[in-house]
């Protein structure tokens, strides 16, 4: 009878892995579909492989659907390790931000590609030497050194799955070094530093290294106490070191400190800025 049928073809699909199930299921769609002229099957057998035969039709038409159902399992494993992949990701973001960015800590320069871009909206484009050049200028962890990015909210970007975005907002005490010693020698004078929110960003290429990384943009100006601004800007604001407004002024003294009279901190590369980054705007340029 067609309920022995169902028993005997119930019995196959448990001894069965995947991969047979499937070649067995379109084998079984095959047998199906071919009138058989020698079998006349008794009626309410009939009647049920009528109520079937759409379902049957729709995997001999389109088997492509039934391998994606068929997939759900076979492809389990794979959901896993991208699931896996971006925590690693975001680890690494994690790491560099604490303890290699030349930011919050000493650099380390393997983690950065020799294409690396640094953005911010008054720094930059800088390049992986002018970068670091800039970070050992500034010494922002040794005037602060108990800063503390106090980051949050890390995830991977839907339409990059090498982006790690996140939010800092940091905090610290200005008694340490002096800000710049080589050229502003700005000296500690015990200020709190409270920062606003701001979103940052870091782009890893196919090894793993750091591409491009994003800082300083403010998601709430009226936080803090760095008069709405992010990063090292407002780190300054913070501790009462005078920065320019955005405007000529300010692109005008970048100008001079980067291209003219460059003796510690640049504002952007003046040349070798990687080729994949097509952004004709330089320093505080184009952003307000």
């Not at 049920?48 to 997939?71: C, I, N, R, W, Y």
Request: glycine share 8%; aromatic share 14%; net charge neutral.
């Amino acid at each position: 009878s067609y309920c022995t049928y169902k028993l005997i073809l119930t019995a196959i699909m448990l001894t069965m892995n995947a991969s047979m199930f499937a070649v067995f299921v379109i084998a079984a769609v095959s047998i199906f579909s071919v009138p058989c002229h020698g079998f006349v099957p008794h009626q309410p057998m009939m009647r049920s492989l009528t109520k079937e035969q759409p379902a049957l039709m729709s995997v001999k038409q389109d088997s492509s659907s039934f391998f994606k159902f068929l997939g759900g399992a076979l492809n389990e494993p794979s959901s896993k390790k991208t699931a896996r992949d971006s925590n690693l990701l975001i680890e690494k973001a994690k790491d560099i931000l604490y303890n290699k960015s030349g930011f919050y800590s000493a650099y380390d320069a393997e983690v950065f590609s020799e294409e690396f871009v640094f953005r911010g909206p008054f720094i930059g484009p800088l390049n992986k030497r002018d970068y670091l050049q800039t970070m050992d200028a500034f010494g922002i962890y040794k005037a602060i050194p108990d800063i503390n990015p106090n980051a949050w909210g890390f995830s991977i970007d839907p339409e990059n799955p090498n982006r790690v975005w996140f939010m800092v907002r940091n905090t610290g005490t200005f008694d340490g070094e002096p800000i710049a010693p080589k050229s502003i020698n700005y000296k500690p004078n015990g200020a709190q530093l409270k920062g606003c929110p701001e979103t940052f960003s870091m782009l890893f290429d196919q090894d793993l290294k750091l591409k491009y990384l994003s800082v300083g943009y403010v998601a709430d100006r009226f936080e803090g106490n760095t008069n709405g601004k992010g990063a090292a800007v407002g780190i300054f604001n913070a501790v009462g070191l005078p920065f320019p407004k955005v405007g000529p002024l300010q692109r005008f003294a970048q100008w001079v400190g980067t291209e003219v009279y460059c003796v510690g901190p640049m504002s952007y590369s003046v040349k070798d800025v990687p080729e994949w980054w097509t952004d004709k705007n330089v320093g505080s340029g184009g952003y307000l």
